[in-house]
């Protein structure tokens, strides 16, 4: 439940991070620290049922890695 409490937390971290204005490094540094959260939420839960938690987690690296191409390629 800890590790559930992690992800919400961040999310909303995230949210009023990026309604206050926040640089896209810094946003960028708490979506990393989110899936590393989910990351560690995936393993406390049991195995069964967790493929679509676990393919949804590998789409966001993937994003992630189109997020951060984008980012270097600007005044960051």
Known sequence: MDEARRVLERLERIEKLRGGGAPPAVLLGEVRALLSDGERWLASERPEGLDDARAALDRCRAGMGE????????AV
């Open 67 to 74: 997020v951060e191409e984008v980012i270097a390629g600007s």
